[in-house]
């Protein structure tokens, strides 16, 4: 029996991350008829594996390989290292770099370039021609929410279209190297049932030791090749404390593979460990509606945690006033005040195409809360 999509979807963030960008929409996209999952940003890639581990039944979603680049090796370092973690499937996410600034930013003003290093290693023709400085960091959108709250003008970042949501413009578009340019992402958890969404398949990940002799490597290849299945990756890491010995990494497609393959495969190498059997990833469609409409709530969610923030700045304001208000024994309702704020408010509203009547009720539970909190303040 297989288990529903578990509750918890762990990845890198913050909001707007191609980590969270393209989660949110393979997740929308790929696994509907499942249980809706919760994405929850983590800070970095560590993080989202000792989160998988310490909370059965929730998923990670890790990039591991850019084709204009190489593989994410800390990640893919994971799965060598840890024989409990089981990738489930994958996707692949068109990656599209641009300058972007604070609005009223012009590219030429640019002195400063900040990203991710990965970001600057798919740009290397641009950022070889630019003459200013570059800055490298962890996370694009956090860089991205820093510049935009900075507001300097001679100061952007290398990233995607999502950091547009964060208030940002793109100054300079298209500036990766290739026209094609997709990272490989892998949904995985800790060895086990696999959800229903996400059944075996011919793609396999393996890794094993090989005997210590000429050509054992070359043996399994051909075992490979002689068996139906076709190479897709091969990648080595040296095995700590054993000299000249190492751990191989292979993905294969067994689409024509023979059913002999995978036993022969265990048979023929050293500790042989089976990482996924899932199903080839597909390209994600960021122009489908499924991706639009993401985006358009990624917008929407960034703007709700402003409400909320700018009333817990307001609340700040109203208990300072609150103190001031009891020193000088002045009345905390003041009528004529709020009066002159709502005509305000429902003007601004008015100019703007924002319905009168919400704007009304909303400052009237604003006022009744404000002045509900400096009577009963402490």
């Known amino acids: 029996m297989t288990n529903p999509l578990p509750l918890s979807v762990y990845t890198l963030g913050p909001k707007g991350s191609f980590s969270a960008q393209g989660s949110e929409i393979f997740l929308a996209s790929g696994c509907s008829d499942s249980a809706n999952p919760q994405i929850q940003l983590c800070d970095s890639f560590p993080r989202i594996f000792e989160s998988v581990k310490a909370h059965p039944g929730s998923l990670g979603i890790v990039p591991l390989q850019n084709e204009s680049t190489s593989s994410i090796h800390e990640n893919v370092d994971m799965f060598f290292q840890d024989s409990s973690l089981c990738i489930w499937a994958e996707f692949l996410l068109p990656v599209r770099l641009h300058v972007l600034g604070p609005p009223g930013t012009q590219f030429e003003d640019i002195t400063q370039l900040h990203s991710h290093p990965k970001a600057f290693e798919q740009c290397k023709t641009f950022t070889n021609s630019f003459s200013g400085e570059i800055h490298y960091g962890k996370s694009t959108s956090a860089l991205a929410q820093k510049i935009k709250n900075n507001g300097e003008k001679n100061v952007a970042v290398l990233g995607g279209e999502a950091l547009i949501h964060q208030g940002l413009c793109i100054l300079k578009p298209n500036v990766h190297d290739h026209a094609v340019n997709e990272t490989q992402f892998v949904v995985f958890g800790v060895q086990g049932t696999a959800p229903k969404c996400f059944p075996k398949n011919s793609k396999w990940t393996v890794h094993f030791e090989c005997q210590h002799k000429p050509g054992s490597l070359a043996q399994v290849l051909q075992l490979v090749a002689s068996q139906g299945g076709n190479l897709m990756k091969v990648e080595s890491r040296p095995i700590p404390n054993q000299r000249e010995r190492f751990r191989f990494w292979l993905d294969i497609d067994a689409t024509h593979a023979k059913p002999t393959l995978y036993e022969e495969l265990k048979a023929s190498t050293v500790d042989f460990h089976c990482v996924g059997q899932y199903a080839p990833g597909q390209v994600l469609d960021l122009d489908s509606p499924h991706s639009r409409i993401s985006l358009l709530r990624r917008q929407i969610d960034s703007v709700d945690t402003d409400i909320v923030d700018l009333l817990i700045h307001r609340q700040s304001f109203v208990r300072s006033i609150a103190q001031e208000k009891e ?50 303040k402490p």
């Open 327 to 376: 020193k000088e024994n002045i009345p905390v309702e003041q009528q004529e005040r709020f009066a002159e704020i709502l005509q305000s408010r429902i003007l601004q509203a008015k100019n703007n195409d924002l319905n009168i009547e919400f704007v009304r009720k909303l400052y009237n539970l604003i006022h009744t809360e404000s002045v509900s909190y400096q009577n009963d």
